[in-house]
């Protein structure tokens, strides 16, 4: 079936079919011939070419989507804001999981690129990145979601992480404690930067307060596990521990059992990005909550708005994040820690 066979069905013209049946000009035709003709498609099955709209318009209406680790709790909410903003303008998100390493990562945006992608929205960035810093020069359209590049000045989507981290230390010192770690992410991290930053401005707010920063070689729980492993092992234990993100935290808890302590009559624990399995752990997870869907969707309008303007421009949002107290963190039991 073609165009022309649904022109013929619903009486109307071909460009008044090509128009109804395009998310981005249907608001162009009458609602009545509109849905006259998305009758005469359906009942005639017929499927819009979407390569030979692509060579018609210069676009594919897709974008690219590259992710981490799709494994990650923290990024399929992101997708889904991603795709709930895309569908309704008719464009499709490709998505692509690079396990974090950056042959795969090069691999999925060049196999992205060749499928004529419209844009990016890339939440793989690191402070020096090639790769995005290529794609800049080239003049691809990209968003950065959740952690941007200071290499490039494009647009950039996270949550309010310095807000976030503030506040759980607040809360911490609020509860009595003196000796607090922070488990940072890999320093080439925008997120680590920004979060270890914030998180010895805040303790250094707050007279006789102590924070350490210890990196970790990557957000996920075998690192917190190590990492905390080693602080224990050392007789280096804080009274509590905010760590860079949940899955960090889960280590954590993982590591204060292996060496029969209790979380939190021995060590606090705070996580940040507020997973929804946090609430079912044992205990259940103090965290900042991010707003991860909302995140995706302002990653997407922003692209959406770059490429309908052929404009690429540095915008960073930085949306809000919450501070979820939960039982993992109660005042420290060691009366020689507390002022």
């Not at 981290?165 to 992410?185: E, I, P, Q």
């Not at 707050?206 to 210890?214: E, Q």
């Given at each position: 079936m073609t165009i022309a066979d649904v022109a013929a069905r619903a009486g109307v013209h071909k460009a008044t079919v090509s128009r109804a049946l395009n998310k981005m000009t249907e608001?162009?035709?009458?609602?009545?011939?509109?849905?006259?003709?998305?009758?005469?498609?359906?009942?005639?099955?017929?499927?819009?070419?979407?390569v030979a709209r692509g060579l018609r318009t210069n676009s594919s209406m897709t974008i690219g989507v590259i992710i981490p680790d799709l494994t990650n709790p923290l990024f399929p909410?992101?997708?889904?804001?991603?795709?709930?903003?895309?569908?309704?303008?008719?464009?499709?998100a490709l998505?692509?999981?690079?396990?974090?390493?950056?042959?795969?990562?090069?691999?999925?945006?060049?196999?992205?690129?060749?499928?004529?992608?419209?844009g990016f929205i890339i939440a793989t960035g690191r402070m020096h990145h090639e790769l995005i810093a290529d794609a800049y020069r080239r003049g691809v359209h990209v968003v950065m979601l959740n952690r941007g590049t200071t290499d490039v000045p494009y647009s950039l989507v996270t949550g309010s992480d310095a807000a976030g981290v503030?506040?759980?230390v607040d809360h911490l010192v609020g509860l009595g404690h003196r000796d607090l770690v922070h488990l940072a992410g890999p320093k080439d991290f925008t997120t680590s930067t920004v979060r270890s930053g914030a998180f010895l401005a805040a303790v250094g707010r707050h007279a006789g307060?102590?924070?350490?920063?210890?990196?970790?070689?990557?957000?996920?729980?075998?690192?917190?596990?190590?990492?905390?492993?080693e602080l224990l092992r050392h007789g280096d234990a804080p009274t509590a521990v905010?760590?860079?993100?949940?899955m960090l935290a889960v280590g954590v808890l993982r590591a204060l059992r292996q060496h029969g302590l209790r979380c939190p009559d021995d060590v606090s624990v705070v996580g940040f990005n507020g997973m929804d399995s946090t609430e079912d752990l044992n205990p259940p997870l103090?965290?900042?909550?991010?707003?991860?869907?909302?995140?995706?969707?302002?990653?997407?309008?922003?692209?959406?708005?770059?490429?309908?303007?052929?404009?690429?421009?540095?915008?960073?949002?930085?949306?809000?994040?919450?501070?979820?107290?939960?039982?993992?963190?109660?005042?420290?039991?060691r009366a020689a820690l507390v002022a």
């Amino acid at each position: 079936m073609t165009i022309a066979d649904v022109a013929a069905r619903a009486g109307v013209h071909k460009a008044t079919v090509s128009r109804a049946l395009n998310k981005m000009t249907e608001h162009q035709v009458n609602q009545a011939t509109a849905r006259r003709v998305r009758k005469a498609a359906q009942e005639l099955g017929y499927v819009a070419n979407a390569v030979a709209r692509g060579l018609r318009t210069n676009s594919s209406m897709t974008i690219g989507v590259i992710i981490p680790d799709l494994t990650n709790p923290l990024f399929p909410p992101m997708v889904r804001g991603i795709e709930h903003y895309l569908a309704p303008h008719g464009y499709t998100a490709l998505i692509a999981n690079t396990d974090g390493d950056d042959d795969l990562e090069r691999a999925a945006f060049d196999s992205l690129s060749g499928r004529r992608v419209d844009g990016f929205i890339i939440a793989t960035g690191r402070m020096h990145h090639e790769l995005i810093a290529d794609a800049y020069r080239r003049g691809v359209h990209v968003v950065m979601l959740n952690r941007g590049t200071t290499d490039v000045p494009y647009s950039l989507v996270t949550g309010s992480d310095a807000a976030g981290v503030t506040a759980a230390v607040d809360h911490l010192v609020g509860l009595g404690h003196r000796d607090l770690v922070h488990l940072a992410g890999p320093k080439d991290f925008t997120t680590s930067t920004v979060r270890s930053g914030a998180f010895l401005a805040a303790v250094g707010r707050h007279a006789g307060v102590t924070g350490r920063l210890v990196p970790t070689p990557a957000l996920t729980i075998d690192a917190g596990l190590a990492c905390m492993d080693e602080l224990l092992r050392h007789g280096d234990a804080p009274t509590a521990v905010v760590a860079g993100n949940d899955m960090l935290a889960v280590g954590v808890l993982r590591a204060l059992r292996q060496h029969g302590l209790r979380c939190p009559d021995d060590v606090s624990v705070v996580g940040f990005n507020g997973m929804d399995s946090t609430e079912d752990l044992n205990p259940p997870l103090t965290t900042v909550q991010v707003p991860h869907f909302e995140m995706g969707t302002e990653a997407a309008r922003l692209l959406l708005d770059d490429i309908a303007s052929d404009e690429q421009r540095s915008v960073t949002v930085s949306l809000p994040a919450t501070l979820i107290i939960r039982e993992s963190t109660a005042a420290p039991r060691r009366a020689a820690l507390v002022a």
